[in-house]
């Protein structure tokens, strides 16, 4: 099995790496990539979908970036221990009407010894927000390492 480094159990060091390294992923909106740090058999719990393995995640998060338009999303380490890892996160998207909002959430995180996520467990809550009001305003792709974190915007 191949190592996603960092592994655990983490520092807070290195589960802010491993936080960033999992919004650069999704910025990607490329689910092919995104899927491959989750184990064979991962769970989660994702608003009211509950995908088991990395191919009903696969699926999921064709799904999901088919409707949640121009996708751009921040992760901010909220505590670890040991193997675990506490995300908030928000991100910005608008639907096929043009209708933007700003979905806002925490993840807990499970990983095994290889640094793969086996379990995942999201609540999210969505607020429509009006084009004026959008704070993610970089260039589809990575956060530039200079735009401001999730703290820095007061979310």
């Given at each position: 099995?191949?190592a996603k480094p ?5 520092t807070?060091e290195?589960?802010?790496q491993?936080?960033?390294?999992a919004?650069?992923?999704w910025?990607?909106?490329?689910p092919?990539?995104?899927v491959q ?8 719990r994702?608003?009211?979908?509950f ?12 799904r ?8 751009r999303?921040?992760?901010e380490l909220w505590?670890?221990?040991g193997?675990?890892?506490?995300v ?13 909002y ?10 095994n010894e ?15 927000i ?8 970089w260039p589809?792709?990575?956060?530039p390492d200079?735009h401001p ?7």
């Amino acid at each position: 099995m191949d190592a996603k480094p960092p592994l655990p159990p983490f520092t807070h060091e290195t589960a802010t790496q491993k936080v960033r390294m999992a919004e650069d992923a999704w910025n990607t909106r490329d689910p092919d990539r995104v899927v491959q740090v989750y184990t064979e058999n991962t769970r989660w719990r994702n608003r009211s979908e509950f995908p088991v393995g990395r191919e009903a995640v696969r699926l999921f998060l064709q799904r999901k970036w088919a409707r949640e338009l121009d996708y751009r999303l921040i992760k901010e380490l909220w505590v670890t221990a040991g193997h675990r890892i506490a995300v908030r996160f928000a991100y910005e998207w608008h639907d096929d009407s043009g209708h933007w909002y700003r979905s806002y959430g925490n993840e807990n995180w499970e990983f095994n010894e290889y640094g793969l996520m086996q379990r995942r467990f999201a609540s999210i809550n969505d607020l429509p927000i009006k084009t004026e009001d959008r704070l993610f305003h970089w260039p589809l792709g990575r956060r530039p390492d200079d735009h401001p974190g999730l703290s820095e915007l007061g979310l």
